[in-house]
């Protein structure tokens, strides 16, 4: 049984927070959970919600657009999302709450069960303050769902207990009066039921951010700079968290600071990264080349949002996909990765610090804001730091360079392109580091048969780099009548259209991997697929022209979001209906 809930009212009443604890209280109950808080970019007001999908048996990968119970902490709520509940599903709101007439006329035509409580009064007869009424609606929730009320009375102590046990307990009694109340007038008016279950094995929820971050880590990442920037902030913020693992963390005054710090800590043999959106990586472009032509390591998270300028700070948006396979003047080797689950977010960040000095160039990895910041359960034994290989390619060993007879050149021809790397600091390996064109040791020159021998080495890497480029996933039934074709994050909400319609006459093509790109094989691919549509969260369908640009392989059918919303899978499968 698959149920989604939404939980809406303004920033400042603890949407989010609630809209978490409840997915966490779930997830011990023994469901799969993706949680999501849309939000505005303000810090009180406006219209925000937190959307949570469950299902008792199967993995959720998207959020559902059917709601079965809307819980409105305010008016706006019933006015943006009453259309979105399912007939017979159930409305959460305040005794108090004055219903327009057609609210009224959607609860009748649509048998909807309302649930009207005093949540204001019992905010603020047993918490005190009216700010309680979050608290109170959550246990109303609970009640609906029939979950068992220690799951919930755990989370909220492990919540609010850091704060004091005092305000713990009055949010424990808060919500217990309301769970009270709400399974005696109105559990029998919800029809679904759910399976509750141990896990089998413990799970862990968490965001993606953080999956991307438990990964640099675990492979060895121990020095981010960044300026805070929705949606990544919450990446530096994870590594300053964890500050007694020996990581350093640097808030800087701009995205420029930060990208060179970085290329700076790389250089002096310290795995770095910075982290930012659109926005910050624009002013990152020109260090990118320096990094490029000096061939130093550095790995860069783009969390993309809504653009261009400032856009749309807090919504979400695949729209850098050409910029980073194209940002800097002239040319260098680049890497770009754009993983489309939680666990790819981790199983990425450990490729890109391999990657980064393996081949001694930028890796750009792309995010973006759903995937960032929604929270899904995992399976915790998939976070085994002991199966994590660290790779730091041609690195000179202490004694290898101890027994070198030959001067040192850190930018030596080679076949693969790749040249031996030492760290500064050792008398045999003193070399010139410019960004100017230079020789194998490093000196300036602009002599032509040099310079063509250097670029060609530089970009010989990504050739080289072929090897270790995932190709694109074929999921469901191999010769089915629709391939769904997408990339990075909306793998999820295509990978849960196609399991709705039963692996029938739909698959999915997934691209996570994006540069160097293997055009040959994929054009293969791409050949046997009978109606491709692609499913792009931008304007121009840029992986689209990506793949008519390598190829020369045209997808006429789209489905393309540009309004910062991620897509439901039945959006997809209606605008599929459309295309016919």
């Not at 009375?153 to 709400?182: C, G, H, L, P, R």
């Not at 050409?322 to 981790?346: K, M, Q, S, V």
């Not at 230079?438 to 990504?462: A, F, L």
Request: hydrophobic share 35%.
């Amino acid at each position: 049984m698959r149920l989604t809930i939404k939980i809406g009212g303004q920033a400042g009443q603890g949407i989010e927070s609630g809209g978490a604890g409840l997915t966490k209280a779930l997830m011990h109950a023994g469901l799969h959970v993706y949680g999501f808080g849309d939000y505005m970019s303000r810090i009180r007001g406006g219209h925000n919600f937190y959307i949570l999908t469950m299902d008792d048996t199967h993995e959720v990968w998207s959020n559902s657009e059917s709601i079965y119970i809307l819980v409105a902490l305010d008016q706006d709520t019933l006015k943006e999302h009453i259309s979105e509940v399912i007939t017979g599903g159930s409305i959460l709101v305040d005794d108090d709450f004055h219903l327009k007439e057609q609210d009224i006329k959607t609860i009748e035509k649509n048998k909807l069960n309302l649930c009207k409580l005093p949540i204001n009064k019992i905010a603020g007869d047993i918490g005190g303050n009216k700010i309680y009424a979050n608290t109170a609606l959550l246990g109303a929730t609970a009640a609906l769902l029939d979950l068992d009320f220690e799951f919930l009375n755990e989370v909220i102590k492990q919540n609010f207990e850091k704060k004091s046990s005092e305000i713990a307990d009055k949010n424990v009694q808060v919500a217990f009066e309301s769970y009270v109340m709400t399974k005696k007038k109105y559990l029998s008016g919800f029809k679904w039921k759910l399976s509750y279950r141990p896990h089998k094995k413990q799970r862990m929820l968490i965001h993606g951010n953080d999956c991307f971050s438990m990964g640099a880590f675990a492979a060895g990442c121990r020095f981010v700079s960044a300026y805070p920037m929705t949606p990544a902030t919450t990446i530096i913020e994870w590594f300053a968290k964890h500050h007694k693992y020996g990581i350093v963390t640097k808030h800087v005054e701009d995205e420029i600071s930060a990208v060179c710090m970085a290329i700076g800590a790389n250089h002096a043999g310290v795995r770095a990264l910075t982290a930012t959106s659109g926005g910050g990586f624009c002013l990152m472009v020109e260090a990118l080349g320096f990094a490029g032509m000096t061939e130093t390591p550095v790995v860069v998270m783009n969390v993309q949002r809504g653009g261009p300028s400032t856009g749309l700070p807090t919504r979400n948006e695949q729209s850098d996909l050409l910029f980073l396979l194209n940002a800097g003047h002239g040319e260098f080797p680049r890497i770009l990765l754009a993983p489309g689950t939680h666990e790819d977010c981790y199983l990425t960040g450990i490729k890109a610090m391999n990657m980064a000095e393996k081949y001694q160039t930028p890796v750009l990895v792309l995010s973006d804001l759903q995937q960032s910041s929604a929270l899904k359960d995992i399976d915790s034994d998939f976070f085994n730091l002991n199966k994590v290989v660290i790779d730091r390619g041609k690195l000179l060993t202490k004694k290898e360079l101890e027994d070198m007879t030959e001067p040192y050149l850190r930018f030596k021809f080679t076949e693969d392109g790749i040249s031996p790397r030492a760290f500064p600091g050792h008398p045999k390996t003193v070399y010139s580091c410019t960004t100017d064109e230079h020789d194998e040791k490093g000196h300036i020159t602009e002599d032509k048969e040099n310079r063509n021998k250097m670029q060609s080495k530089r970009m010989k890497k990504e050739i080289t780099a072929l090897k270790d480029m995932k190709l694109p996933v074929i999921y469901g039934t191999e010769d089915a009548d629709t391939t769904l074709v997408c990339w990075g994050g909306n793998y999820g909400v295509c990978k849960d259209t196609v399991d709705a319609n039963n692996h029938g006459a739909m698959n999915l093509l997934y691209f996570q991997d994006m540069w160097p790109f293997p055009k040959e094989q994929v054009k293969t691919l791409l050949s046997k697929i009978k109606k491709p549509v692609l499913v792009e969260s931008n304007y121009s369908s840029q992986l689209g022209k990506f793949l008519t640009m390598t190829t020369g392989f045209e997808i006429k059918n789209k489905i393309l979001r540009s309004d910062g919303r991620s897509f439901y899978p039945e959006e997809i499968k209606r605008e599929l209906e459309r295309i016919g």
